[in-house]
């Protein structure tokens, strides 16, 4: 089993380093790939030296299966030069997901997706979508799923490095200023843009997450992505999602407020028993990111009645966004596609 790791060295590529050896998955010679910047650096590989390799002009002749998180212009090129080579594509970008060619994966939700790879590329959810993914699923198989009103609160590691080192200079800069003056006073500390936020996100909440998508819609490519690929993994093309996605201080942890209608009823109490049986989810009072930080599941609570729609509950979800919302779902999906081999 020869296994490669595209955009090794990034954010989500050194996660999946990580959870391939916390699974100790069973492969047989492993290889890094990254940009033309990244090539000809090393990193460690049980104890020994991998050198990354250039994507762009590398062989990828004798790859089994490769996960890639290099992004979605480079996985337009990159994914279906490594499929033709015979590898089995697991990609992270945002670039396949709606193709009806390429099966859009939650490894506890919809694996029988995977019977069927006719690109040989597989795509990974939304960071997003993928914590509400495990949470929603058996709810819908029990009452039908008819629309979802959905508030996200969105960390910061969402937007890349580039996003946490702009919410760490801030904060930095912000401890030179009197604390209860950012409180109480927004002029004390600036709210100009960065790099990657329309505004400044510490001491803050961004009410945009992702850019406004240029189809009149006013909706941004976030909220467009919660809503397509929702529909795509639980296979309700009908479903109406309403979505507004938020920026907010934190450095890791995505969270969603959840308002759903269903076709029948469902009790608080039903539901709270479905969700503690149910795979990748754990009930908790308070589900926050720092709970959830560096752990694995989805993790739901304050699971109640919702009066505003019919047979309606309301939940709150929060689930690190850089392990099962990006590298340990990828790494499931190659375990699941072991599996049927």
């Known amino acids: 089993m020869r296994v490669a790791i595209v955009g090794a060295t990034g954010q989500v590529g050194t996660v ?80 396949w997901r709606m193709d009806p060619g390429v099966p859009l994966v939650v490894s506890e939700v919809n694996p029988h997706a995977l019977l069927s790879i006719p690109k040989g590329i597989v795509a990974n959810p939304n960071c997003t979508t993928m914590a509400a993914m495990p949470v929603l699923k058996p709810l819908h198989v029990a009452a039908g799923l008819r629309s979802m009103a959905v508030a996200t609160y969105q960390a910061v590691s969402g937007a890349g490095r580039e996003g946490v080192d702009e919410l760490a200079g801030q904060m930095e800069k912000s401890l030179g200023h009197d604390i209860r003056a950012l409180t109480f006073d927004g002029a004390a500390f ?74 029948r009823p469902l009790s608080p109490g039903e539901a709270t028993e479905l969700l503690e049986e149910a795979p990748g989810v754990v009930v908790t009072p308070l589900p926050m990111p720092r709970l959830v930080a560096g752990r694995d599941p989805s993790y739901v609570g304050r699971i109640r009645r919702a009066e505003t729609v019919t047979n309606g509950l309301s939940l709150f979800v929060s689930n690190d966004n850089l392990r099962k919302g990006a590298a340990l779902n990828a790494v499931q999906i190659a375990e699941a596609i072991l599996a049927l081999r």
């Open 190 to 263: 600036p709210l100009d843009s960065g790099v990657k936020f329309p505004a400044t996100i510490a001491h803050n909440v961004i009410p945009m997450a992702g850019a406004i998508v240029d189809d009149g819609s006013l909706e941004t490519g976030e909220e467009q992505k919660l809503r397509d690929e929702s529909r795509k993994i639980l296979e309700i093309p009908g479903l109406l999602v309403d979505a507004t996605c938020v920026r907010v201080p934190v450095f890791t942890g995505h969270s969603l407020a959840i308002t759903m209608s269903f076709d």
């Open 16 to 95: 999946i380093r990580a959870i391939l050896r916390e699974r100790d998955f069973p492969l047989d010679e492993i290889r890094f790939f990254g940009s033309e910047r990244s090539a000809g650096t090393t990193l460690d590989w049980n104890g020994g030296p991998i050198t990354v390799e250039d994507a762009a002009t590398a062989d990828f002749s004798g790859i089994d299966i490769a996960l890639a998180s290099s992004g979605a212009t480079s996985s337009r090129q990159l994914s279906p030069r490594l499929a033709e080579a015979g590898a089995i594509v697991i990609d992270n970008s945002s670039a």
